[in-house]
């Protein structure tokens, strides 16, 4: 199984600036990473697929990138709505699917 | 838009099963994709639980492969979660999702139902 570890646990960041949030795989995933936004008492939102696609109606602030082990999702210019946790999954080796723990991006 | 939204029991006795269904609209499960179950106990993080294809090919989390069957019933264009022999640790919103399989990622998720195992 693939252990996914997301840095830092928690990310305390002002609005209008830039948050940088990493997420590491045991071994290679190769591109086959996405990343998923939740705020309280709801579903997760796909963001990112494919390490750097963002989904339908995604912002073009939220960029993806990275390869293999490594892999960064970078918010532009923090909005209110950003406030929330995110977890990336990889999906190159399953079953199972495995996520991160998750960061909490939390206002400064 | 497809929209998908699941229902059972709140609560569930231990050691009895866990029994949800997922309704599908927007879009026919016959047509394609694969569709699944994750779950999030309180406070923590996300678990994949298992996919289904529209022809019935399965795969499950090794975690829980014992305890788990997922189907679908295309004439009703829903699929179905059975969890047995449920422990407190069973306890978390269950998310019904499309994804998996050859896509890899889940878009869309349903709202979530919470299952909390308890006497």
């Known amino acids: 199984e693939i252990v996914m570890t997301q840095s830092p646990a928690t990310l305390s960041v002002s609005p209008g600036e830039r948050a940088t949030l990493s997420c590491r795989a045991s071994q290679s995933v190769s591109s086959n990473l996405a990343w998923y936004q939740q705020k309280p008492g709801q579903a997760p939102r796909l963001l990112i697929y494919d390490a750097s696609t963002r989904a339908t109606g995604i912002p073009a602030r939220f960029s993806g990138s990275g390869s293999g082990t490594e892999f960064t999702l970078i918010i532009s210019s923090l909005q209110s709505e950003d406030f929330a946790v995110y977890y990336c999954q990889q999906y190159n080796t399953w079953p199972p699917y495995t996520f991160g723990q998750g960061t909490k991006l939390e206002i400064k | 838009q497809v929209q998908l939204q699941e229902s059972g029991p709140g609560l569930v006795k231990p050691s009895e099963t866990l029994s949800l269904t997922c309704a599908v609209s927007g879009y026919s499960i016959s047509s394609g994709y694969y569709w699944g179950w994750l779950r999030q106990p309180p406070g923590k993080g996300l678990e994949w639980i298992g996919n289904?294809?529209?022809?019935?090919?399965?795969y499950y989390n090794p975690s829980l492969e014992s305890r788990v069957t997922i189907s679908v019933d295309t004439s009703k264009n829903q699929l179905s979660l059975k969890l047995s022999s449920v422990t407190a640790a069973d306890t978390a919103v269950y998310y019904c999702?499309?994804?998996?399989?050859?896509?890899?990622?889940?878009?869309?998720w349903g709202q979530g139902t919470l299952v909390t195992v308890s006497s």
């Open positions: 289904i294809y529209h022809s019935g090919s399965t």
């Open positions: 999702v499309r994804g998996g399989g050859s896509t890899g990622w889940f878009d869309p």
